[in-house]
Each structure stands twice: as C-alpha cells, then as structure tokens.
C-alpha cells in the first residue's frame, strides 16, 4: 500500500499533525477519549470490523460510487479533462454516512447504547440517524433553534428516521451552542453513549478516525481513475468545510504527484463575516478541543462566519488540512458565491447532476482551474447532490439567469 507510511505516522500517538491536533479536553472527557481510542486502534483493526463495514458499503450505500468523466462540461469549459467521484450516489446522498457507520458500528461493538452529536444543517444529523435506524441505537440530536426553523427538511427527516431533536436555546442558538449542547449531554452518560463527530474536526481520535472512515473515497477513486486513464489524476479537487469529503479523498494520494486543492467557501467578500475561508484567511487557535487555524473575531474567540453551503459554515478547519497547507502539500482553492450558484447550474445542465452547494464550490473552482492547466485532468470530490437545496436555489437565482 502505497499509502502506508504518511498515514501511520499522522497523527502521532498524541493525536498532533505537526502543532495542530490535540485533545484539549475537560479533566473529565479525557479518560472517555482515550478509551474510545483505544477500542478504535483494537476493534477497528479487527477482522469482524472490517468484514462488517466492509459489508454495509457494498450492500446498504451502494458503494462503490463511481468516477464519471464529465465529458459536455469538460468541452463547455474547454480546459482540463474534469472527472467527478460521485458521492452523490453514495445512501442518503452525501459522504457523510461514511464516517456514521463507521462510528455508530464501532458504538455497537462497545456496547453503547446511544448515539449523541450536534448538527448545524442537519446533514449530520440525518446522516447519523440513518446509522442509528441500521443498528437499532437510539440516536439523540442537538441542534440550534435558529437551525432548526431554517432546516425544516432535514429535521422532518431525522425524525421520520427515529431520532430525538434537542432544541438549543442559549446563546445564537446555532451551531457552536450545537457542540456544547451535545458534549454536555454525553458527560452526562459517557458509559452508555457516544460521541459522534461530523467532520475530521474536534479532539483525537476523531480527526483520524473519521479521516480513515472517509478514506474508502479515496482508496476506490484512486484505483477507478487509474483503471479508466491508466494514469493518477494530475490535480484533486474537494470542497472544505471541516474537510471529511477532502481528507477522504487526498488521504489515498498523499505520496501521489497529485496537486490537492482544497476549496473555501469565498462568500459574498474578504471581510471577517462575509466567508467561511478558514485556511485563507485564518490564524492559529484552539476551538472544540483541537488546535487548527480559524477565523477571530477582535476579542479572539471564533468569529461569525458566512457560507452559502450550510455544510461549509465552520470558522475552523480539521487539523490535518492546517498541517497539509502549512507544508504545502495541499493548497487552498476559492470559490465565491457568484461561482458556486453558476457552477450549480452549469453541472446540472451540462450533466444532469445538480450538486450539493457544497460540491458546486469544488465544481466552480475546478471549473477556473481547467482553464489554467488545459493539458491536464482534474479530480473533483462530488461530496453531495442538490435536493436539499433546489428551493433556496430557485428563489434566491432565477434558472434564467444563469441557463
Ligand atoms: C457536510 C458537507 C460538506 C462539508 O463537510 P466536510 O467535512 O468538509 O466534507 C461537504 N459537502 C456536503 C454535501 C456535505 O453535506
């Protein structure tokens, strides 16, 4: 496995990629961490575990996704040859449930009964609540009042899918409260739930565990690239939000000569409030237990951010982005609104695939990048399709306007 040694020596036992990383947790959390590494390192590495997940990709998310060589916005854009890895196809229609069932099977080989996590969309939430339904746990949801007015369809969902909403009503009532909401919830009984991240974000193990869960992405985009060009892709594209979709897909390619861009969400403009660009514009800080680089504001606690893409709308990155872009192995790519919204439109009647706003961000991006490296092919991480946003879509950018 061509991989192998960049994997195993990132994270190091403490749980650092470079400076960034850590367990920054309160006295009582940190046993609770350490065992759930542990189990993950022992069980996770087990024959069962692996047969098993191995098992619930094929036959219940319908993996492999393939890799589709976008042929009609290739020749639109007139560039670079640009192929997407459609995670759109993946069960419940984004690469998040990757990493659910990997969590919520590593919860059923503990013995846990509940699963707990925050959602800011509800992506997540749904996401972890489809895992919960496939293993009989209950599933418990904290989310934001304000998100929960905002994100109606998500929550009709997780409820439909059997899990318990707890409205968060301190604070601004979105996702940081989210975060403390559930983490309270979880000291409460460490023994009988878990703790289920959404991103390759908060403290160790959880950005490797999830960065591994998510690493399938990759590991089968590398070798139905290689198949179908009988070369690696030249550059990979993936949106960045706390950056799961990214780390699943660049950890296969790492000691690849593959350009990895990952894509911020530029927003409406530079200022602080108008973006999500964390790694663009952001600088050294401690936030939801691991050290990375984020956004502040001027008292220097975590500043309010703006994206388009709900799922893009963290004023962090994982730590091993902060890392990868400190020693220049990945890059950072932007795309703005104007972009991601064209970009939307563009792959839908090109291709007939209407993308995650996430995604469009990577698509818009890749889009610019074609045009500057004409001879060469683009990887781009479709990490989700567009239902859930058709209809902020449409009322906000007419299809005329941009068809
Ligand atoms: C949540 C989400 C993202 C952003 O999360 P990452 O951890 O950065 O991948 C991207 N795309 C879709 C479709 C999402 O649901």
Redesign the pocket.
């Known amino acids: 496995m061509i991989q192998k040694p960049y994997l195993k020596a990132f994270p190091d036992t403490k749980g650092y990629f470079g400076k960034f990383g850590g367990a920054f947790l309160p006295p009582v959390l940190i046993e609770q961490f350490q065992k759930i590494e542990q189990a993950y390192l022992t069980i996770g590495n087990s024959h069962n575990f692996i047969q098993e997940l191995r098992d619930i990709r094929k036959h219940y998310q319908g993996r492999p996704t393939p890799v589709y060589y976008a042929k009609r916005l290739t020749e639109y854009v007139g560039g670079a040859r640009i192929y997407l890895k459609r995670e759109d196809l993946n069960h419940t229609g984004?690469?998040?449930l990757n990493h659910c069932m990997g969590e919520a099977l590593l919860a059923k080989y503990l013995g846990k009964k509940k699963l707990i996590a925050e959602t800011g969309?509800g992506?997540?939430g749904v996401a972890l609540a489809t895992a919960a339904a496939y293993f009989g746990l209950e599933c418990e949801i904290h989310m934001g009042e304000v998100d929960i007015a905002k994100e109606h369809p998500n929550v009709v969902r997780m409820r439909i899918l059997g899990a318990k909403i707890v409205p968060v009503s301190f604070g601004a009532r979105t996702l940081k409260e989210a975060v403390d909401s559930a983490f309270e919830a979880y000291l409460k009984d460490p023994e009988n739930s878990i703790y289920c991240i959404?991103?390759?974000v908060g403290p160790h193990p959880f950005p490797m565990m999830v960065r591994d869960f998510q690493s399938v992405v990759g590991i089968e985009a590398r070798e139905q690239f290689l198949e179908m060009t009988g070369n690696l892709p030249d550059n990979l594209v993936?949106?960045?939000?706390?950056?799961?979709?990214?780390m699943g897909l660049f950890s296969a390619f790492i000691e690849d000569p593959c350009e990895m861009y990952g894509v911020e969400p530029g927003g409406t403009g530079t200022k602080l409030g108008e973006h999500a660009a964390s790694l663009t514009y952001g600088t050294e800080g401690i936030l939801h237990g691991f050290n990375s680089i984020m956004l502040k504001n001027e008292e220097g606690e975590p500043a309010a951010v703006y994206s388009i893409?709900s799922?893009?709308d963290y004023p962090s990155v994982?730590p091993e982005h902060a890392y990868l872009n400190t020693t220049g192995r990945t890059k950072v790519g932007i795309a703005d609104d104007k972009e991601t919204i064209q970009a939307f439109y563009d792959l839908s009647h090109y291709e007939g695939i209407i993308p995650?706003l996430?995604?469009a961000h990577a698509v818009a991006f890749a889009m610019k990048l074609a045009k500057e490296k004409p001879y060469e092919s683009i990887l781009v991480n479709l990490?989700?399709r567009g239902d859930k946003d058709i209809d902020f879509v449409v009322a906000n950018y007419k299809p005329e306007d941009y068809l």
């Open positions: 984004a690469h998040k969309a992506q997540h959404g991103s390759v993936a949106c960045v939000g706390g950056g799961s979709n990214a893409a799922g893009l994982g995650a996430e995604s990490s989700g």
